[in-house]
């Protein structure tokens, strides 16, 4: 079956644009995580989503960052006037619920988001 | 709050040697372990899991894994590795009603032939 989706597969922009990246997880999972990647910072959790709900956005770096979920399924992570230090690899995972401790999350293979 | 420490950034050992990743976890109650592999260019991919039962788990690609919890550790293992192996390696943890994955700075395995 297809796997966690994600797109664009790289993205470069100006600084003080705004980008969406986009995922799409594996069907029927109703849990969907985003993280990022960054030299500096190692792999850094940013937002859970339970269905269309967001209960744990206490990753999200600032308030430039935003993402929703609709119809249970895709998810947009949008970073609006976008930094320098904004540049990294943004990773969405999926599940098949978040409270299922024993499922692990399965990932797509990222954004590469470069900001000039 | 957890984290995880992969004390080693880089481990190199000869094809056909065994192999071993290091992994110390720290956690308020218990811990539930994840190791994932990462390719070039690519996301991470489920090696195994321990959730709860036996000390030794395996996982894909013949890799294992050793939950100690007296020295809070959960060391990756492979009896003969492959060049194929060549890769970043990290650990993760998760705790009761905690969805999110804390994951180690990851351990860059390399294999020569």
């Known amino acids: 079956g297809a796997g966690v989706s994600q797109s664009p597969s790289n993205k470069v922009t100006e600084k003080g644009k705004d980008v969406e990246l986009r995922c799409d997880p594996i069907s029927g999972h109703t849990a969907l995580y985003w993280y990022r990647q960054s030299l500096g910072q190692g792999l850094e959790f940013l937002i859970y989503f339970q269905g269309n709900s967001a209960p744990d956005k206490s990753g999200l770096p600032s308030d430039r960052f935003s993402a929703e979920r609709t119809g249970g399924s895709v998810s947009t992570l949008t970073i609006q006037r976008t930094q320098q230090e904004d540049s990294a690899v943004y990773l969405c995972?999926?599940?098949?619920?978040?409270?299922?401790?024993?499922?692990?999350?399965?990932f797509g293979d990222g954004t590469r988001l470069s900001i000039l | 709050a957890q984290s995880v420490a992969q004390p080693e950034d880089q481990v190199n050992v000869a094809e056909g040697n065994p192999l071993t990743v290091k992994c110390t976890y720290s956690v308020s109650g218990n811990p539930y372990l994840f190791w994932y592999v990462q390719y070039p260019n690519r996301g991470l991919q489920f090696l195994l899991k321990?959730?709860?039962?036996?000390?030794l788990v395996k996982g894909s690609y013949g890799f294992e894994a050793e939950f100690n919890k007296s020295q809070t550790s959960f060391h990756l293992k492979k009896p003969s590795a492959l060049v194929s192996d060549s890769a970043l390696y990290f650990c993760?943890?998760?705790?009761?009603?905690?969805?999110?994955?804390?994951f180690g700075a990851g351990t860059t395995v390399t294999v020569r032939a």
């Open positions: 321990y959730i709860t039962g036996d000390n």
């Open positions: 995972a999926s599940s098949p619920r978040g409270g299922m401790m024993n499922q692990p999350q399965h």
């Open positions: 993760a943890v998760r705790v009761l009603n905690d969805y999110k994955l804390s």
